[in-house]
């Protein structure tokens, strides 16, 4: 995790940095099946909690085409906290429990 991201305060049981061939979304699935260690396809579906063309638009490129690398969203995905940010990192936060 880079020092930019904000301090979590549930431990963190995974830190992935979305390649650049994945958008956010497909970032936030595949760092949960990590994370649960479970077949992503195997998961709930994630827009069953955000809509996940609505979060590849809030973090896409500008209209002009510069990168927006900042902001933070935070949803509850799985049974996991997830905290997906602008710069292409996603932290999954313990399972509830």
């Known amino acids: 995790m880079s020092e930019n991201h904000p301090r979590l305060r549930r431990e963190t049981a995974l ?4 390649p650049d061939d ?10 949960v099946a990590d994370a649960s260690e479970a077949d992503p396809t195997r998961l709930a579906p994630l827009a069953r909690t ?4 609505a979060l590849d ?3 896409g490129d ?3 085409g510069t990168a ?3 902001g933070v ?18 932290s999954v936060l313990g399972a509830d429990g």
């Open 62 to 64: 500008r209209y002009d």
């Open 22 to 31: 994945q958008t956010l979304s497909e970032g936030v699935v595949a760092a």
């Open 73 to 90: 969203v935070r949803f509850s995905f799985c049974g996991y906290e997830v905290v997906a940010c602008g710069d292409g990192w996603v």
């Open 57 to 59: 638009a809030l973090f």
């Open 15 to 18: 830190t992935y940095e979305v």
């Open 68 to 70: 927006r690398a900042d």
């Open 50 to 53: 955000v809509d996940p063309e």
